[in-house]
Nanobody, 121 residues
Framework: QVQLVESGGGLVQPGGSLRLSCAAS????????MGWYRRAPGKQRELVAR???????NYADSVKGRFTISRDNAKNTVHLQMNSLKPEDTADYYC???????????????WGQGTQVTVSS
């Protein structure tokens, strides 16, 4: 069993910063890509940022230059540093990872439970 647990959400004023973290735990053999998605009220879930095992990154156009994804492979953790936050960044943020569980031959996709980010004055 593999679990992803997010932390770091909360309420922040426009222009402020937050750092989200996601820790993967359980029967993990290896982790390929890790990333963050978000779902704003009334909208579909969208990719925010993704980081492959090889170090390639992919960002949504709306967050480029403001958000930075990073990863600690030794701790099976991915972070999302969010700067210059805007009200439109308000959403539930979800961690996502492609994980090869111990004893398995291929990766499966896993989701965290989500953490809420509210940007408001």
């Amino acid at each position: 069993q593999v679990q992803l647990v997010e932390s770091g959400g909360g309420l922040v004023q426009p222009g402020g910063s937050l750092r989200l973290s996601c820790a993967a735990s359980g029967s993990i053999f290896s982790i390929y890509a890790m990333g963050w998605y978000r779902r704003a009220p009334g909208k579909q879930r969208e990719l925010v940022a993704r980081l492959t095992g090889g170090g390639s990154t992919n960002y949504a156009d709306s967050v480029k230059g403001r958000f930075t994804i990073s990863r600690d492979n030794a701790k099976n953790t991915v972070h999302l540093q969010m700067n210059s936050l805007k009200p439109e960044d308000t959403a539930d943020y979800y961690c996502n990872a492609d994980v090869v569980p111990i004893g398995m031959q291929r990766a499966s996709n896993y989701w965290g439970q989500g953490t809420q980010v509210t940007v408001s004055s």
